[in-house]
């Protein structure tokens, strides 16, 4: 399970934007980055992430850009009702920053 908070700057709200960049855009471009790095080693890499939840906030025009992540462990009950802990990363990160 994924948590993503996107910090954007103003000038990413633009007046024919006013919702900012479209979320799909961003998390695909984040979660292709951390293919590389966080899920390098986990079979499917990004693909293990089976629940995701995202939002985006505009920063005040002194606050510090970036995105904001933590990715946690999931449980799974198999077919066989056995339990199954999914161990492909645990992983915190705090910020990564973009400017």
């Known amino acids: 399970m994924a948590n993503v908070t996107f910090l ?8 024919d934007l006013p919702y900012g960049n479209d979320l799909d ?10 293919s590389k790095m966080i899920f390098s080693d986990a079979r499917g890499k990004d693909s293990c992430v089976i629940a995701l939840h995202v ?17 946690l462990p999931v ?3 198999t077919a066989a009702k056995s339990k199954q802990v999914i161990r492909c ?7 990564i920053h973009t400017g």
């Open 55 to 71: 939002m985006k906030t505009k920063v005040p025009p002194n606050g510090q850009s970036g995105v904001a992540i933590e990715i």
């Open 25 to 34: 855009n961003l998390c695909k471009r984040l979660f292709d980055a951390l």
């Open 8 to 15: 954007l700057p103003a000038d990413k709200y633009p007046k």
């Open 75 to 77: 449980v799974v009950y």
């Open 89 to 95: 990363f645990i992983a915190r990160i705090a910020r």
